[in-house]
C-alpha cells in the first residue's frame, strides 16, 4: 500500500482466488503474446503496411503492450504459484514496476495521441500533405512522445531520488515507486499519465464518431468513408476497450480524491487495479479484428496450411 496527501492506492490481492487469476490470466496471455507477434510481423515486415501513417501508432502501442504480456503477466503468475516475489531482491522489483507501470501508462499516453491524430488523418490530411508536413506533425509528434515517456519512467523508477520500499509477500512487491509520494511529480503522473490521458481518448473518440456521423449526413459520403471507416473503427474499438477496463480505476482514485474512506473503497481499487491486466491481452485481438487485410492473411496461412497437410496425406498414402 502507498499514500501521499492526496490518495492511496493499494498493492494487495484481490478477493479472486489464484488457481482462478492463474488459469485466468493464462488462458488469454499465450494467445496475446501470438496474436501480437502476427500483427507486428505483418505491420513491420510487409512494405505497403509499413507506409501507412495510422499503422504506425498501432506498431508502437503493441510494442508497448508486449513487455507487460511477456514479462508482467509471467511475473504475476509467478507469484501465484509460489505465494511471493521471488527472487527477493530490489531489481527484481524495479524491474517489474517500470513493466507494470512504465509500459503500461507509456500505451495509454500513445493511445492519447492516436485518438487525437485519428483527426488529424481523417478531417485535415492537408496537414501531412507533403514530406516535411508528415515529419513535422506524424513521426516528430510520436517520436518525442516515446522519448519523454521513456526517460521519464526510467528516470522516475530507477533512478529516484527517493528510497523505495518492497515487500515480497504482495504482486508487485507490495509498494508503488517512492516517487509517486512527491506532491508534485505524484500529481502529475496521477492527473496527466492517468485521468488527462483517459479523458483526451474518451473526448477526442466520441468527438471522431460525431465527426464522421455529421460529415456523411452533411455531404452524403463525400468523405470517402470507405477510406477512413478502418481507422476510424480501429480507434474507437480501441478506445472502448481502454475506457471498459480503465474507467473503474479512474473513477476510484477520482473518488479517493474526493475524500471516499479507505474502508469502502481498497476493495474495488484491488479488483479495479487487477482488470487492467485485460487490456493489454485484449488489445491484440482488437487489433486483429480492425485490420480486415490482416485477417484474409491469416485466412491465406491457414488455407496454404490445410491444402499442404492434404497433399502430404495423399502423398503418403500412394507411397504406402
Not at 5 to 19: C, D, H, K
Not at 57 to 80: E, G, N, S
Not at 279 to 300: A, D
Amino acid at each position: 500500500m502507498e499514500s501521499n496527501e492526496s490518495v492511496t492506492i493499494y498493492i494487495g490481492e484481490v478477493p479472486l482466488s489464484r488457481p482462478v487469476r492463474f488459469w485466468l490470466l493464462l488462458f488469454f496471455d499465450i494467445p496475446a503474446i501470438a496474436c501480437t507477434l502476427f500483427i507486428l510481423y505483418y505491420l513491420l515486415l510487409r512494405r505497403p503496411s509499413q507506409h501507412v501513417l495510422s499503422n504506425h501508432t498501432i506498431i508502437v502501442l503493441l510494442i508497448a503492450v508486449l513487455p507487460c504480456q511477456l514479462i508482467d503477466v509471467t511475473l504475476y503468475l509467478d507469484f501465484i504459484r509460489l505465494g511471493k516475489v521471488w527472487p527477493e531482491t530490489p531489481a527484481r522489483c524495479l524491474f517489474w514496476w517500470l513493466v507494470d507501470i512504465g509500459f503500461y501508462s507509456s500505451s495509454t499516453m500513445i493511445l492519447a495521441w492516436a485518438s487525437i491524430e485519428r483527426h488529424i488523418l481523417i478531417f485535415h490530411d492537408r496537414w501531412i500533405s507533403t514530406r516535411k508536413r508528415r515529419i513535422l506533425v506524424h513521426y516528430a509528434s510520436l517520436t518525442i512522445l516515446i522519448l519523454y515517456l521513456t526517460i521519464y519512467y526510467i528516470v522516475m523508477i530507477l533512478f529516484p531520488s527517493c528510497s523505495n520500499s518492497f515487500d515480497y509477500t504482495l504482486p508487485v512487491c507490495g509498494a508503488m515507486p517512492c516517487y509517486l509520494l512527491d506532491p508534485v511529480i505524484g500529481m502529475w503522473d496521477m492527473m496527466v499519465h492517468g485521468c488527462l490521458s483517459s479523458l483526451i481518448i474518451a473526448i477526442f473518440s466520441i468527438g471522431l464518431l460525431i465527426r464522421i456521423i455529421v460529415r456523411r449526413w452533411q455531404f452524403h459520403r463525400s468523405i470517402h468513408w470507405r477510406k477512413h471507416r478502418k481507422m476510424a473503427i480501429q480507434m474507437l474499438s480501441i478506445t472502448v476497450l481502454y475506457l471498459v477496463f480503465n474507467i473503474p480505476m479512474l473513477v476510484i482514485t477520482i473518488a479517493r480524491l474526493c475524500g471516499l474512506p479507505d474502508s469502502v473503497s481498497a476493495v474495488p481499487q484491488q479488483i479495479a487495479l487487477f482488470l487492467t491486466y485485460f487490456v493489454p491481452l485484449l488489445l491484440p485481438f482488437v487489433c486483429f479484428s480492425t485490420l480486415p487485410e490482416l485477417r484474409r492473411e491469416m485466412k491465406t496461412i491457414v488455407g496454404f496450411y490445410h491444402t499442404h497437410r492434404a497433399t502430404v496425406g495423399t502423398a503418403t498414402e500412394r507411397t504406402l
